[in-house]
């Protein structure tokens, strides 16, 4: 399920985000689901669906979607010159949950920034999205940077790939096929689909020119973490059934901290 939710600023003195306002932001849903469904939540944030040693969370949420000419630059500040934005926010969950989760996003009221800077935020709306239809190629482009990342033997932090490095491709399809297969063990999906070994077939296209987008992780805190990740538009050749688990749960890595959040695009 997906919804797009319709954010306001409340107060007109109060207009100063830090360009960093996503983990904040994954904080909030967090909170708000918990007092709602504290088990769901604890779920999504603590355990989330596990394959072997790696778990999942299998949800993801787009950047803050600000009409353009709406918004400044002031050093690492974002200052808002409207009071309305939207973000999209998707997760893999039964149907059946759909009204109970917008139900619990209804007129929340909200402080999003850090130490330095918040704005008072209100929800106005919220609103189900419909899916598209799914088929073997797909085109996409994103809402929030898709992060790809290895670990290089002797080194304490991953290396980021840009989507041009060789290993990209495989890396975020594996990605895709380990989210399925952890949704599966979970009993979220009812049909079992042999993906083969060598990803034949498989196959991913830049469309655009890849731009990078820095992200500061816990800002402030000794777990301060830097992460690389990048927008584009692309084009997907894979089955159906990772199509949508992509475009639900995010593509890429650390979709619950607001990456890999993608968009179809209906026109292909």
Known sequence: MKFRITLQATDKHRKLLPLNYQYPLSAWIYKTI??????????LHERGFELGKKKFKLFT???????AGSFRIEGDRLRLLDDTMHLDISFLAPEAMQHFVAGLFQQQNFLLGDRVSQVPLQVVSMEALSLPTFRTVMRYRTNSPILVSRFVEGSKTASYLHPDEPMYS??????????FASALQAGMLASVVDFGKDLQGYELKILSEPKSKMMLIKANTPQQTHIKAYHYDFELHAPESLQRIGYITGFGEKNSLGLGSVEGDEKY
């Open 34 to 43: 918990s007092e709602g469904n504290h088990a769901f939540a604890e779920f």
């Open 170 to 179: 495989n890396l975020l399809i594996d990605n895709l096929i380990h989210k």
């Open 61 to 67: 949420f787009s950047w803050l979607m600000i009409p």
